[in-house]
């Protein structure tokens, strides 16, 4: 009879156990932040979705280049200035990235993309003479931090803008998993974070955007990474009818334009994808591919007007959609040609 009642009660602590586990309850929350709709799903504890909105408001707060009072503008007016632990952090990685990426991604590219427009919606194109003259301050290299004091050479500006959507998102979800949470997504514009499975064990499926129209171009599966798009559709003008889009060839001040329409890059860390996405969007195709060749631990999906190109990790899990239905996906592989 006792050891009846012995099992009778762990079966129902095993049912309350698994009971529990089934419990983690999707909460969801919308905020607009860094210029961008941000939605983030958590199964777990409803309040994290607080602390998570808390967290990116202060970060915008930080890095805003055109919030007055952000730790990034009072640096761009002085040439030098205090940065908080975790600005000194990002700041740090997004130099590492223009130096990986041979300086396809420059922080200080800022006043050339302030000329054009970009920043303020007050499109315009500019001279070649004064972007040349721009041109001339933008070099990533002169940018010093150290100890919580981050140093520019004169006439330089920069702006995380190419990282900080991926900074934020790894931030989110270091909360989240330091609180126990197996599951979330985020969408932070179209840049998507996920963490861990779907409740069920399934992995999440993303969307890509299809870069020259409405719908997608294909979805890809993932379980704990980061899928992080930068393409010229995401904001742009026309001037004699010609786009211009707010990526820069920091090689040209001119907008890159090398047949790429997007790139997304696949990760762990979504600031690396956020900052990769951007450089490779610049390199143009060919560079792009030997780029990803010479290694590095991420994927990536190149769509160009000729169909769309994948890396080798992506190959079981990525599948053309829409118009791209009957696309021609090409694998990239790093051991071939
Ligand atoms: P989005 O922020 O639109 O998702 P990206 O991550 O690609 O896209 O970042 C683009 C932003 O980065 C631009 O709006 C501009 O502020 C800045 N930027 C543009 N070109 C470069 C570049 N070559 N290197 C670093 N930052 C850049
Ligand atoms: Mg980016």
Redesign the pocket.
Known sequence: MKQLLILCTLCVAILFLTGCKQTAEPHSATLFAMDTVMELTVYGDRQLLDRAKELVLDMEHRLSVTDEDSEIAALNRTGSGEVSADTEKLLTQALALCERTGG????S?YPV?RTWG?TTGEYQLPEAGELAKLLAVVDYQNVAVNQGVAVLSPGMEI?L??VA?GWAGDRILEIFRQNGVKSALLNL?G?VHTLGAKPDGSSWRVAVRDPSGEGYAGVVEVTGKAVIT?GGY??FFEADGKTYH?????ATGYPADNGLLSVTVVGDEGVVC?GL??AL??MGPDQAAEFWKAGGNFDAIFITSNGIVITDGLKNTFSPLDSYKDAKVTVLYRDKD
């Open positions: 396809a991604l420059d922080i590219i993309v970009f702006d803008g190419s959507k514009g840049n930068s995401q904001r707010h990526i820069i060839n920091p956020d996405s951007t969007f610049v």
